[in-house]
T-cell receptor, first 114, second 119 residues
Framework: DTGVSQNPRHKITKRGQNVTFRCDPI?????LYWYRQTLGQGPEFLTY????????KSRLLSDRFSAERPKGSFSTLEIQRTEQGDSAMYLC????????????FGPGTRLLVL | AQTVTQSQPEMSVQEAETVTLSCTYD???????LFWYKQPPSRQMILVIR??????QNATENRFSVNFQKAAKSFSLKISDSQLGDAAMYFC????????????????FGQGTILTVHP
């Protein structure tokens, strides 16, 4: 069990550029979650997957955001036409998919949009 | 929609002393899970303790224990014998237990409490 990993750990981009983040969940975890955390605040839910199916999307996930989990393993989160308001920590978490589940978090990707 | 409120932005404690972090939540559901997560500076979030709403007994994990008051919708965390390594941001979080519900699966977090431990 190597834990949830996320890449890159840091990303600086210019406004208007596209960025993509990757999350590798704990092996055999069926569920994968994306959250966004701004400085000094608690994480806010963005979306989650059960295997490769995206089951829920938050209203925070505008049409500039897209997430995929093509083979039910790793996931990507893409932000198109980035805005300064997108600057945040993007957290990924995974869980086994059982009823009494605990979500295990990755280290996050910190995005800064200039 | 469920909400979680942590009314203490910052708390401090002396090493070896006890501190209690407060959390209240609002929900119309009767079955759910509550969590305390710890996020050290520049490090990833880790689970401290969890509580199932259907269990009356308060959860404990070594030096960490909770006071779960379902009727009052209160879920406080007590840290005994505080250690320097306990310094972190602590988040209270809620998750629905109803499969298929609109909030099932996702965690709803409070704003967090920064805990400082003084040597």
């Amino acid at each position: 069990d190597t834990g949830v990993s996320q890449n890159p750990r840091h990303k600086i981009t210019k406004r208007g550029q596209n960025v993509t983040f990757r999350c590798d969940p704990i092996s055999e975890h069926n569920r994968l979650y994306w959250y966004r955390q701004t400085l000094g605040q608690g994480p806010e839910f963005l979306t989650y997957f059960q295997n490769e199916a995206q089951l829920e999307k938050s209203r925070l996930l505008s049409d500039r955001f897209s997430a995929e989990r093509p083979k039910g393993s790793f996931s990507t989160l893409e932000i198109q036409r980035t805005e300064q308001g997108d600057s945040a920590m993007y957290l990924c978490a995974s869980s086994p998919g059982r009823q009494q589940e605990t979500q295990y978090f990755g280290p996050g990707t910190r995005l800064l949009v200039l | 929609a469920q909400t979680v409120t942590q009314s203490q932005p910052e708390m401090s404690v002396q090493e070896a002393e006890t501190v209690t972090l407060s959390c209240t939540y609002d929900t119309s559901e009767s079955d759910y899970y509550l969590f305390w997560y710890k996020q050290p500076p520049s490090r990833q979030m880790i689970l401290v303790i969890r509580q199932e709403a259907y269990k009356q007994q308060n959860a404990t994990e070594n030096r960490f224990s909770v006071n779960f008051q379902k009727a009052a919708k209160s879920f406080s965390l007590k840290i005994s014998d505080s250690q320097l390594g306990d310094a972190a941001m602590y988040f209270c979080a809620y998750r629905s237990a109803y499969a298929g519900g609109t909030s099932y699966g996702k965690l709803t977090f409070g704003q967090g409490t920064i805990l400082t431990v003084h040597p």
